[in-house]
Every structure is written in C-alpha cells, then in structure tokens.
C-alpha cells in the first residue's frame, strides 16, 4: 500500500514543523490530553450514540444491521476566511443546480445554446419525462443538498459529488457537536466556533417558506420508508427537533389533488413534505406500480401546486455521476461566472480516447460506477492489488459507459486517534446547503468522514470510515461582552445535563 | 369521420377496504385533425374527478372515491371528429423532444432479436419514412396473426395486445427512429373499440402514426387518446395491464 503525500489539516505542509498558527491550540490540546483521556471520552461518546441508537445498516452484513459509525474525538476545524471563500463556492454551485432542474424539466435552453449533449439528458434514466412541465412552488427543486468535497490545501476543495436528491448523514453532524460540547467543553472556550444546532429551525424555515401559494401557516411532514431504512434514525430525529410528525405513506392520502395525513383526530391538510424516499417509490401511479412505500396521487397532487415536495422529484439528473463533468460548464452557464468550487478532472469511460488513457493509468486512478454509491463498485488504484486492477480492467473493457475515472487526490488529513495514539488519517467533507424562497444558506458546519485505516482513501461508513466534529470559525470577538453561541449552546447543554 | 364512443371500464381496486385513488387516460385532445365534439366520464359511486396533465402532456383524469368499493364502472362518452391525415399527427400537445422517445423502457427493452428483426424488415427501405412503413408491413405480416410467433421474438410467454406496436417502438428505436406508444379508439363498422398503435418521428414530417395490427397509418377511424415510452405510460388506468381491461366493448349510438 502506498501512502501519498498530503495537506495536513493542522500541520499545515507535509515538512511543517510547527502547527499552522490559528490551530496551535488545537495542537497543544492534542500534546497536554493523555491518549487514555481522549479515548474514555470518545468511548463515552460512542455508548451515547449507541443508547440513542444512531446506527446504520450496512448492506449485504446480515450480521452487522445495528451498526454504529464510529466516532472520533479529534475534531476538524476550519478557519473563518477558509469556510468564507468555501461558501461563496457551494451557493453558487447550489443556485446553479437549482437553475438547471428548472431549466431541463422546462424551457430546456441549455440544450438549446448546446451546452450539453442531448442525449446524456434523454438517455439518462434520471431524467423523468413522468414529471416534464411540472414545476415546484417557488421554482426551488434542490431544497437540501449535501455537497462532496475533499480538500488538498487551505483553500482548494474539489467537488466530489453533488447529492441532491435525499443527501443523509444531517444527524451526525448536530450528535457529534453535541457530544463535543460535552465531552470537550476546553475546545469551544479555546475556539469560537459557529453554532450548528439551529440546522432543524432552519430546515423548517425552508419548509415553510417553499410551501404553496396562499397557504398561511403551513403544515409540514417528514416522510421516511420506514425503520428498515439505515437513515430512519436520522429520519425521525430530524422530524422530532423540527416538532413535526414523522409519517409512512400509509399515513397519507390524496383526495381532490390535496394531500391529507391521517391522525387519530381525523384528517389534516399537509403542505410541505420532506420526504426521505426515492422518486421510485413516492407514486405507484406515476413511477413504480409495484412500491408499496409509495402514496398514489401524490404527484397529481404535486402538479396541481397543492403540495411541495422537498427535495422535487426529478432531481437525481442533476447530481447524476454522467452529468458531473458538465458541472463547470453548467454552472457558468447559469451563473454567468467562473466555477468558484473546481471538478476533479474526469475521463468518460464512454469516449474511446479516455477509456485507453484509462486503461494505461489504471495503477494511479480512481475509478468508479456510474450508477454506484456507497463507495461500492470503486477502484483506488494506487492501493489496490494486481488482481484487482486486472477485475476493474476487465470490467471496464466490457462496459466502458458505466465507468468514469479520477486521479487519486492526496486528500487532506486531520490529526485521529487510532490504536497506536493520535495520527493523520485522511478526511472528505458533506456541508448542508438548503434553499428556500429567500435564497440559498450553508450551515456552518457539516459531516466529517475520515477513513479510519493508514493512508486509505475510502471514507464511506459501509467500508469501514468514520466521522468527527467540524468546527467553522467565527471572526475574532468584536466586544468581549457579547456572549458567543456555543457558550449559549453550552449553557443549555449544561442545563440538559441537570435535569 | 364522426365517431361515437362509449367505453366502459370495471375497474376493481386491488387494495380492498381502502379509499380508491386512480389515474385515468382515457380524455382525447383537441388537434389539427380530431376535433372532440363532446366528452364525459362517469362513474358509477360517490367520487370526485379532477383533470390534469400528466409529463407526456396526455389529458388526464384524477378519481377520488372515498368510501371503499369491490368495482368502479368508470364510462367514457363523446363524440369525436376525425379528418384524415395519413398518419401524419399535427396539433398534438407535445412536453418533450423527440430525442426522448429513443430510450427503452422495461416493457419495450432494446434486444438483439429485435434489432436484427428491425434491420432485415428495412434491408431495401430507403429512407426513415419508408424504413418505418417497412417495420410496420412486416410486423404486421409476421406476426398480426401470430402471437407465438411474438412472444417468442420478445421472449416472453404471451404476447398481448399491445406487444405489436412495444414490437413497433424497439424496433424503430433501434433504428435510432424516435416512436411511441398510442393508446386510444378505432371506429369499427358498428363500434368503437379501445385501441393501440405506435408513432415514430420522422424528421421534416414531425409524428407519424403506424399501425401494425392493420399494417398501415392510422386514418380517421383513429382517435387518439394518449402517448408515451410504453403501454404502461398511456394507460388508459394507471398500473394496470392492457389485457385485464373488462370489458372491452363499445356501443355505436
């Protein structure tokens, strides 16, 4: 196995010597904490997660449906200025998805000026013609979007994948602060870091404000596939912090184009549904007659303007892996400007040149299903076995269109407490960009995937990867009296506590 | 041509003791050549009906029956006037771009055997309008009267009614033709019976329908109600299959 070199978050360069300058604090915190000490608490933390069960399924592991992802206690932080430029970056990219579903599913004039290939839209099996010409309340189709990233210095970020159909993982992000707050409180005293548990007040806010024309005060719904879904945990905690309820499609029923949740006090008109189910099952008239998990009507209900559902059906051609080389392109389109946030370089399997170069570089690049998620179906060259290499070549020459290739970042690491102490382990990165009427707003924070194994650079749960905090700096105290938010934060916490 | 149709449908809900909420596709648009006299759907309950759009742009129409029941009549009534246009489809309301209808779909998935059918029935066409009437006469000659010989091409087990023009819409696909699946009426000496073709886009023509279980274009005895990918697309009841729609009469008054 190799190991390449990379941008430490802390260290700065791989030869620094001495800490970057603003995280000198976290170093010493790292040099003055005991190893035995940072392990009781972040196996306080994990027993936490497993009482509140946060776990996941990993599929495929019969043995293992009650999984926790594990956690680590070191967190991640990123400076004020870093995280300022980042998100000049995701709103951007996120106004342009947003354009770009409600151009392809209406006027379609990127096709028109020849930006894209018509095909790789009518041929793609993510564009549903079943919802063409329907258009959501307020035009915002990608209400919720967690964004990929990996990073390879202080202020480059490649995009790694643009989820914006029913991004998960929300939930470790609040949990892990929560567990930080608690478990690290020296931290937030050393660092002024941005609040993130107003996430569940801000989704809400986006609920209501995309909500149907004319509707007063909104009634909103999370809808999940049920507790066999590995995200149901997320699923009912975020319904749960907004205070609203959390339903199956069996709670629900259309009647005259309007969507009603069944209550034991009888029925209640809803408005706004987040749902957490794929487009395939939200309508068996409309999509899949077979899915029982689906609501028949809903989409009728839908084009008829009567309900919003966040994230729109539809969407997955925006975040589609064949879509994502176009992203520069499609973004200058509709932003007229240049992509703040860059692409990792990408080789069509599909186009005979870039399958040969493929095939000639296979030992250093990364390769990856089309259709595939979940880090299942992935090459990492640079680690991987001869037999390996020689499956993925195999597979490649047999359906070069299903494959896309990327040169191995050297994703940044982040200081990790592992079995022999605290090490470097490298890192991705998922922030929360949600999007209502009033525009578009990053949450100051996000999910931390770290591959746990030295120099591996999978940092999926399902294949062995796990998270920390991620701390986003606020600028420099301006009065001494204003009381920061994570001291309110922690004041609360501390109140919890004593009940 | 006046054509006169009343379609009944008995259609019985598959989730018994629930409230019964279902799609139909069964409302004719108005285009350069079909002009809808008059038209109503009736059904025999307590329900609420609300029309719409679906993504193909077919007229559709929501039913909302509150109180559960075994079987719902459902009766499409009107008068339709047709002209003849030799298949040629102008007027249509149209959501989506050609290019769209080349992809297949799980009930017309692209397959050697039709390729290589579709490819020998074209083998002395030349261009993509005589191309298409070539598919059409041979599907027509080979397998109008021949559902074996069908299902075999499809490997399935049975070929239903509407397999000829899935036939039609793979094999012009494969030609790298646009086509589509038509559900609709045809006008019989005494009745209108539901009916289905296909279309394929030619260029410079735009849609051109084509019947294979006659082996020509439709004329004016065609109404035409719906399209899509495939049957289940344009169905005239959402989710459910060509064949289990009973009875299949109509009355001309």
């Known amino acids: 196995m190799g190991t390449i070199a990379a941008f430490d978050e802390i260290m700065g360069g791989l030869d620094a010597a001495a800490p970057r300058p603003e995280l000198a604090a976290l170093q010493r915190w790292l040099d003055h904490t005991p190893d035995t000490e940072l392990r009781r608490r972040q196996q306080s933390a994990e027993a936490t997660f497993r009482q509140l069960g946060i776990t996941f399924a990993v599929y495929g592991e019969s043995d293992a449906a009650e999984r926790i992802i594990p956690f680590d206690i070191v967190p991640r932080v990123f400076l004020h200025d870093e995280w300022a430029r980042l998100s000049e970056g995701l709103v951007q990219r996120v106004e342009a998805i947003n354009a770009f579903l409600d151009d392809i599913y209406g006027e379609r004039k990127i096709l028109r000026d020849g930006i894209l290939p018509p095909d790789l839209i009518f041929g793609n099996p993510q564009f549903r013609p079943e919802i063409a010409g329907m258009r959501p309340p307020h035009g915002v189709w990608a209400h919720i979007c967690g964004i990929d990233l990996v990073r390879t210095g202080p202020d480059d970020f490649f995009v790694l994948e643009d989820n914006a159909r029913t991004p998960s993982g929300v939930s470790y992000m609040l949990e892990n602060r929560e567990a930080m707050l608690r478990l690290c409180p020296e931290l937030f005293r050393q660092f002024r870091v941005a609040a993130v548990d107003s996430y569940p007040d801000r989704l809400l806010a986006t609920m209501k404000s995309v909500a149907p024309h004319g509707v007063g005060e909104p009634t909103c719904v999370v809808l999940t596939p049920g507790h066999y879904n590995s995200a149901y945990y997320e699923h009912s905690f975020l319904a749960d912090s907004m205070g609203v309820e959390l339903v199956e499609a069996a709670d629900l029923v259309v009647d005259d184009d309007i969507v009603w949740m069944r209550t034991i006090a009888g029925r209640v008109k809803v408005d706004v549904i987040y749902r957490r189910v794929d487009d395939d099952f939200l309508d068996p008239l409309v999509f899949r007659p077979d899915s029982m998990l689906g609501v028949p009507g809903l989409i009728a209900a839908y084009a008829a303007g009567n309900v919003a559902i966040l994230n729109a059906p539809g969407n997955g051609i925006a975040d589609d892996k064949a879509i994502y080389s176009y992203m520069p392109d499609i973004v200058r389109y509709y932003s007229g400007a240049e992509p703040k946030l860059r692409n990792v370089d990408t080789w069509r399997c599909r186009e005979p040149e870039s399958l040969a170069y493929v095939l000639d570089h296979l030992s250093e690049l990364v390769v990856k299903l089309v259709d595939g998620s979940g880090g299942y179906g992935m090459l990492v060259g640079p680690t991987a076995t001869r037999a390996q290499i020689e499956h993925f070549r195999a597979a490649l020459i047999a359906e070069p269109h299903r494959y896309i290739a990327q040169p191995t970042l050297a994703l940044s690491t982040v200081p990790t407490l592992v079995e022999s102490g605290v090490a470097p382990r490298h890192v991705d990165f998922r922030p929360f960009v949600l999007t209502g009427r009033n525009g578009v707003e990053v949450t100051p924070g996000g999910l931390t995937r770290v591959a746990l194994r030295e120099g591996s650079l999978v940092v999926n749960s399902s294949q062995g990867g796990g998270t920390k905090d991620s701390f986003v700096l606020m600028p420099p105290e301006p009065d001494s009296w204003v009381q920061t938010q994570t001291q309110t934060q922690m004041s609360q916490i501390q109140m919890q506590g004593d009940r | ?253």
């Open chain 2, 1 to 253: 041509m006046r054509i006169a149709i009343e379609h009944q449908i008995v259609h019985r809900p598959t989730l018994r003791g629930k409230a019964v909420v279902q799609m139909l596709r069964l409302t004719p648009d108005n285009s350069d050549d079909q002009t809808v006299v008059h038209w109503r759907i009736d059904v025999d309950c307590d329900a609420r009906m609300r029309s719409g759009r679906d993504g193909f742009g077919n007229a559709v129409t929501m039913l909302y029956i509150e109180e559960p029941v075994e079987a719902v009549t459902i009766t499409a009534t009107g008068d339709v006037l047709t002209s003849d246009a030799h298949g040629i489809v102008r007027g249509s309301n149209e959501t989506l771009p050609p290019a769209l209808y080349l992809r297949g779909t799980a009930a017309t998935p692209a397959s050697e055997a039709v390729t290589a059918f579709a490819a020998e029935a074209v083998r002395h066409c030349d261009g993509p309008l005589a191309m298409l009437h070539g598919l059409n006469a041979a599907i027509h000659r080979r397998f109008a009267n021949d559902g074996k010989a069908a299902a075999e091409l499809l490997s399935v087990e049975e070929a239903g009614p509407c397999d000829l023009a899935h036939l039609f819409c793979t094999g012009a696909r494969s030609l790298g033709l646009p086509a589509r699946f038509v559900s609709g009426f045809v006008a019989g000496e005494h009745d209108a019976r539901p009916h289905c073709w296909a279309e394929a886009y030619v260029a410079e023509i735009g849609w051109v329908g084509f019947d294979p279980a006659i082996g020509l274009s439709p004329t004016d005895t065609h109404v035409r109600v719906a399209a899509a990918l495939d049957a289940a697309g344009a169905a005239p009841v959402a989710g459910e299959a060509w064949g289990d729609l009973v009875p299949l009469t109509g009355e001309t008054q």
